[in-house]
Each structure stands twice: as structure tokens, then as C-alpha cells.
């Protein structure tokens, strides 16, 4: 075994392994198997797998099986699953399973792991924290699909976001300067005009493909033949946009036994995704990722039923007989009885010159895994006083040489949790720079310093980092609403009684609490006007707007089922 994402050896194994009781449990949904030396378990390109339970022997995990630069990754004994997060999230396979020795093993069929992850508590968050635990150090090492493209490409620019925003292990192959990529271009071969290119194991080269077609090819979008099945339905509900006010929609709309839809554009778990740590929601005393609630709450979403749509972005809508519709960037037109806006906010971009250029090259939206690798042993710098900098900053520390928040104000007090300032501050890593902002970017072909401000002294410096990380004001994503939708100055929309007294007096009805100017149509999170910006929040607004369609359904005579009872638990 050259390296190992969970080794039988390694300390942190042993959250995959398994005791006799949960062996126990997990037979019940298995078939038990006799393997023999070299036996293919599956393989990359396969459109799934099965959960692989060791009982006696060995099970390796290999990198390019088959190639002469094929590498085993891990290796899994007695008692140990093998599996990682893109068996729940419906990814197609990029490593290969080989049986090592002789053998028995336990397979359990994804669906039948579906099931575990709904009736099976305590081994439901066994798998899903090693499957996550697996999926971040697959990231580190750049398993997965590998992007081949210039830094000073809008379309690499893109497609390295894709990955990072999905939490989906990458390589990104500088073009520039890399004897590499000229080896692979002239094997392939492949005209610049193509570039950039994505490999995903087991599949064709794909050349700058849009972001559907990337997520296609990785398995996570549905197929269009079952799309055209269900064109002509009218939903009951339809939640655009799959943050954690759009998912918690989508899960409380399907438990209601609402035919739901819910539509994203880029990434379930929208800007608090990103989080690394969110140590201030209620129930989760030592903090849960972004991606771990994200994960958690597609997994509620589809238990319950809810149809979930990736890289679906919403260019359009409309109403005819209090029946809505959106239209898709790929013409697909969904139509449902009522809907819920939850398209959330994008963080604003810095006013500065060859800012487009260093995108996904040292200027990040996002402080996940794959961006931090750029800055292990160096310094970053953090540009916002909200709390997704504050948590960037705290997860930056982990592993850069040090970490400086730069603030326009004098203090974090204003916009940042207490908890969260209380930890910067004691950090020795971290330092706050008030009154301070970016005025230039300095570098070649990757940033190598920032050139800064003090706003009291108008004293110029430049501060060295190999990463600038920006989490400033936020532009909501209202674009697609075509100006149908009451919005205030800045473009967010509004509800309920903050909507204007003119168009209140046009309605039929009074609008309900997180209603818009369009009756049926609700809107939640970021992207409504003076929404708090908290995931707790988002997700207490996502619940509540689903009771409000019920009784807008009901007041219309479209209700199909019952509402919630009042007072009923959960």
C-alpha cells in the first residue's frame, strides 16, 4: 500500500470499524460472498456500487486499476466497509475495488444502504461521518476527475468551482509551463481550442463542457428520459434553489406528502456548504460541516421522497391560472401549484483590476479542502467581517502559517458571532487588520501578494499570501425572476408585510408571512429582504414557508392533502 485515505493500521480506521452487533444488523440487508485473489468488486466508470463489507480477507482500493501507473490507496480488513460519499450522493465510481487474498465478503445494494441510512441510527452516523471523513482526505489527495486548463481561462475559472462548490474530489493540471499536460495533449490529442478538458475515470474525455454536462458525466443529474416523463406534472411544490432554507423546504414539503421538486443551480447546501465549521446550531454542541448538514439534509430530502435536480438554473418564470412555472438554462419548464424562492445571495467580487484573472488561481469565494491546499505552510488572507469569514479563517489556521482578516470597520463586533470572535482572538495565528482593504493584486501567473490600505492613515503596504479569500456583501440571485417578483432597491424580494401598500391593495388575498407579490409564490432565506443571515434562520424559514403554502393551497381550493397539525411534533 503506497498511501491510505482510511488504513487498517491508521487510528482513524477504526470509525469503519465494525462490531459484531452492527455485523449483525448490516446482514440482514446483505448477501454474503465468497471472492478469490484479483476479484473486481467494482470498478471505475460503473454508474454505482455496492456497500463491500470485509468478513475474512482483504479488499484494496486502486487509483487507475489497470494502468502502469495504477496506485492502491487504501486497504480495508476484517470488520471494515469500504465505500465513500459518492455511493449516497448517486456518483459514478472513480476508484476500483479488488479483492487481496481469498475471502468473504458482505454486499449491500445501494438502495438497501438507503435504507440503513433511514432505519439504522447509530450505524447511519458511522457511515455517513467515515463516508465524509473519506471523501475530504480523497480531496487532499486529488483523486477523482482531473481538469486540464489555463488559470487565465474563464471556462477552467469555472469548472474548478464546480467541484469545490459540490465538495467532489479533483485535480486541477496547470496548462502553463507543465510538460505534463503537453504530453497528454499530444497523446490525446486534443486542439487548444478544446481546452479546457476534463478526464473522469471511466468515461470519455469531455471537452469544456458545461457544467450539466460535467455533472452528467459524473452521474449526478438525472436521466433525460426520465426527466421527459415528468415534464407534463404539475408538482405541488417547487423549491428553486438548495441551500439550507431551499432544503429544508424540500424536506419538510415531501414529509407533508407534498409532491415536491427541489431545483439547484451549482450545489446543495449553497454558500453554508462552504462552511467547515458551524459551531452555532442548535443540537450539534461540537459544530457540523457544511457539507455534513448539506449531505444530511439531501439524504431527509429523498427519504420523503422529494425529486432533487442538479444544475438545474432557473432562467425564468412564469403564471397562468394560479399554476407557476420555471424555466431551465437546458429549456426544461417545471410546473407546480405553489413555489418557494430560495436562490440564496453570491458574495460580491472585489473592485480590482486583473481580479477575473487570478479566479480559482489564488482568489477564492470558498475555504473548503481543495482551496486550502494552496496555501498549506503559508499565509492567507481573509477579506470580511461576517461569520463565513470568521469560520474560513478558523479553518485556514488549521493548516497555514498564518491567517489575516482584513475589515474596512474597527472591530468584528458589528457582524460577526461572539463565539467566533472570542476564538479569533485567542488564536495566535490569526490576526485582524481593521481599516484596511485591498487596493491591488500582485503576481505572474499566481498571486504572491496583496497590495492594502489603512483607511486612518492612508499608509500603502504590501502583505505576501498565496490566498485571497473574499466574503463580502452579497448580490442576491434574482436575475431569472424577470422583474414579475417585488424586490426592494438592492434586488432582494420581499414578503409579506414588508411588501408596498399599491401592490398589497391589487392582490385578492393579503399576503401570507413569507409570501411575495405573486400569490403561491414564497421566498425564503438570503435572498429575501432582511432575512438574517443564519443557517439556523434559513432553515427555520424553509419549514415554516411550507405550512404557509399549505394554507395558500387550501384558500385556493388546490390543496391536495390535509395541513400540518397545529402543535404536531417534528
Not at 40 to 54: A, K, M, N, P, R
Not at 428 to 448: F, H, Y
Not at 471 to 500: C, M, N, R, S, Y
Request: glycine residues 12%.
Amino acid at each position: 500500500m503506497t498511501s491510505g485515505v482510511v488504513a487498517s493500521d491508521d487510528p482513524l480506521a477504526h470509525q469503519a470499524y465494525l462490531g459484531e452487533n452492527q455485523l449483525q444488523i448490516l446482514r440482514k440487508y446483505g448477501t454474503e460472498q465468497a471472492v478469490g485473489d484479483g476479484d473486481v468488486l467494482f470498478v471505475d466508470g460503473d454508474h454505482t456500487y455496492d456497500l463491500i463489507v470485509v468478513l475474512e480477507g482483504f479488499v484494496k482500493v486502486v487509483e487507475g486499476y489497470g494502468k502502469p501507473d495504477s496506485d492502491v490507496i487504501v486497504t480495508y480488513g476484517p470488520n471494515e466497509f469500504v465505500g465513500e460519499m459518492g455511493l449516497l450522493t448517486g456518483q459514478r465510481v472513480f476508484l476500483t475495488g479488488v479483492a487481496s487474498g481469498s475471502g468473504r465478503i458482505l454486499r449491500i445494494p445501494v438502495e438497501k444502504v438507503r435504507s440503513i441510512m433511514t432505519e439504522e441510527p447509530d450505524l447511519s452516523e458511522l457511515i455517513l461521518r467515515a463516508f465524509l471523513f473519506r471523501r475530504a482526505l480523497l480531496t487532499t489527495r486529488g483523486s477523482g476527475l482531473t481538469l486540464v486548463g489555463s488559470r487565465f481561462c474563464a471556462g477552467t475559472r469555472r469548472l474548478l468551482e464546480l467541484p469545490a462548490r459540490n465538495r467532489l474530489s479533483s485535480r486541477w493540471v496547470e496548462l502553463e509551463g507543465s510538460a505534463e499536460v503537453e504530453a497528454w495533449l499530444q497523446e490525446l490529442p486534443v486542439p487548444s481550442e478544446d481546452l479546457p478538458i476534463v478526464l473522469v475515470p471511466g468515461h470519455r474525455l469531455l471537452r469544456n463542457p458545461s457544467n450539466r454536462e460535467l455533472l452528467t458525466a459524473l452521474g449526478l443529474t438525472e436521466v433525460e428520459e426520465e426527466e421527459a416523463s415528468n415534464r407534463d406534472d404539475v408538482c405541488d411544490l417547487l423549491v428553486v434553489g438548495g441551500g439550507p432554507a431551499g432544503l429544508a423546504a424540500a424536506v419538510y414539503g415531501s414529509s407533508e406528502g407534498l409532491t415536491t421538486t427541489l431545483a439547484e443551480d451549482t450545489a446543495l447546501g449553497g454558500q453554508a456548504g462552504t462552511s467547515t465549521r458551524i459551531e452555532n446550531y442548535l443540537g450539534f454542541p461540537a459544530g457540523l460541516s457544511g457539507e455534513e448538514l448539506a449531505a444530511r439534509g439531501a439524504l431527509q430530502a429523498k427519504k420523503f421522497g422529494a425529486r432533487i435536480k442538479l444544475a438545474a438554473r432557473a432562467t425564468q418564470l412564469s403564471s397562468r391560472d394560479g399554476i407557476h412555472a420555471v424555466t431551465f438554462e437546458n429549456s426544461e419548464t417545471i410546473s407546480a401549484k405553489s413555489i418557494i424562492i430560495a436562490t440564496g445571495a453570491r458574495y460580491n467580487r472585489l473592485p480590482l483590476d486583473r481580479l477575473a484573472q487570478f479566479e480559482g488561481a489564488g482568489v477564492f469565494y470558498a475555504a473548503t479542502q481543495m482551496e486550502a491546499q494552496t496555501c498549506v505552510g503559508r499565509t492567507a488572507v481573509v477579506v470580511g467581517g461576517g461569520n463565513s469569514a470568521g469560520q474560513a479563517a478558523m479553518f485556514l489556521a488549521r493548516t497555514c502559517a498564518r491567517v489575516n482578516i482584513m475589515i474596512r470597520g474597527d472591530s468584528l463586533a458589528s457582524s460577526m458571532s461572539r463565539y467566533l470572535i472570542d476564538q479569533i482572538e485567542h488564536h495566535p495565528l490569526i490576526e485582524v487588520l481593521s481599516n484596511t482593504e485591498v487596493t491591488r493584486l500582485v503576481g505572474d501567473a499566481q498571486i504572491s501578494a496583496v497590495e492594502i490600505r489603512h483607511a486612518g492613515t492612508g499608509a500603502m503596504s504590501i502583505l505576501d499570501t498565496c490566498g485571497l479569500f473574499v466574503f463580502i456583501g452579497a448580490k442576491p440571485a434574482t436575475e431569472w425572476l424577470g422583474g414579475q417578483i417585488a424586490v426592494d432597491k438592492h434586488g432582494f424580494v420581499l414578503t409579506g408585510p414588508d411588501l408596498p401598500q399599491d401592490i398589497v391593495r391589487k392582490l385578492d388575498r393579503p399576503p401570507l408571512l413569507l409570501e411575495t407579490s405573486r400569490p403561491g409564490i414564497f421566498c425564503v432565506g438570503d435572498v429575501r429582504a432582511g432575512s438574517v443571515k443564519r443557517t439556523a434562520t434559513a432553515i427555520g424559514e424553509g419549514s415554516m414557508a411550507v405550512r404557509l403554502v399549505f394554507d395558500r393551497l387550501q384558500s385556493t381550493g388546490l390543496a391536495a392533502t390535509a395541513p400540518p397539525r397545529p402543535g404536531a411534533a417534528g
